[in-house]
């Protein structure tokens, strides 16, 4: 049975994806709420697997990392072993923000995020080196116009 949340596990959650650093005094002032409910409520998130884990967002462009593409793959390889070899690949590899199986005449998409056009092509070679792949189509972001890791949290019931 899945975990059902209510109208105060929204309002907690989207103040923990707002700012998870708050102190839980704030998170239940924002929330109308008191300390130890809060903290009972986000303890039970953490156990069903809601609230996987917290983290700090870093400026990319601030660190150097002014080159963000998206890299779609295809490939004529399908079996367990290749997709092994693939996925060790991109979980090996810090430049890979995001990787995607999709349906459609694209295999992957990948979001890599390097400091420029030569560290890019330093990803691509050391990746076909180590996989075989049909196709590689980089797209090079000119502007981010959004980016978020926030979930739209809306009563679906």
Known sequence: ???????MDRKILEELQR??????DEI???VGSSKTPVWNRIRKLREAGI?????????????????????????????AEWQ????????????????HRLAGDIDYILKVRVTNARAYDV???????????????????MEEIKSTSRLPLVDTA
């Open 1 to 7: 049975m899945a975990f059902r949340i209510d109208e």
């Open 19 to 24: 700012d998870s650093s708050q102190s839980l």
């Open 28 to 30: 239940a002032k924002r």
């Open 51 to 79: 609230i996987k884990q917290q983290t700090v967002l870093l400026d990319a462009e601030a660190l150097g990392f002014e080159a963000c593409f998206f890299v779609l793959i295809r490939t004529s390889e399908h079996d």
């Open 84 to 99: 092994a070899a693939f996925l060790k690949a991109l979980r090996d590899r810090p430049e890979v923000q995001e990787a």
């Open 123 to 141: 990803f691509y070679q050391a990746l076909i080196s180590e996989v075989k792949v049909h196709n590689v189509t980089a797209l090079l972001s």
